[in-house]
């Protein structure tokens, strides 16, 4: 069973900074492609970036692109999030998920494990 932990998630200003982190175990960490998502009150879960197994191809929603970049350690078994000139629309609660394979998913009903998610608030 896989389970997933993120962490890094806190209070900022706009124009800031974070890197969310997220630690995986229980599996082979390095058959699984990574995503972030976002989940704002009142919102549906969002796809934020993804990742493949091996770290060689990301993809991004378009309002991210450009201020996240995600990345992997697999000696580690960590995904990262580094999120740059942040805005109060990025406020959300933001989830890792694992999805088994070589393929990246964009979709939340892509993956298969899902951490319990880590607060990010952006003050304006």
């Known amino acids: 069973q896989v389970q997933l932990a993120e962490s890094g998630g806190r209070l900022v200003q706009a124009g800031g900074s974070l890197r969310l982190s997220c630690a995986f175990s229980?599996?082979?960490?390095?058959?699984?492609?990574m995503g972030w998502f976002r989940q704002a009150p009142g919102k549906e879960r969002d796809f934020a970036a993804a990742?493949?197994?091996?770290?060689?191809?990301?993809y991004y929603q378009s309002s991210v692109k450009g201020r996240f970049t995600i990345s992997r350690d697999n000696a580690k078994n960590t995904v990262y999030l580094q999120m740059n000139s942040l805005k109060p629309e990025d406020t959300a609660v933001y989830y890792c998920?694992?999805?088994?394979?070589?393929?990246?998913?964009?979709?939340?009903?892509?993956?298969?494990?899902w951490g319990q998610g880590t607060q990010v608030t952006v003050s304006s």
């Open positions: 998920a694992a999805m088994y394979g070589s393929s990246l998913g964009l979709s939340p009903i892509d993956y298969d494990y």
């Open positions: 229980g599996r082979s960490f390095d058959t699984y492609a």
């Open positions: 990742i493949s197994w091996g770290g060689a191809t990301t």
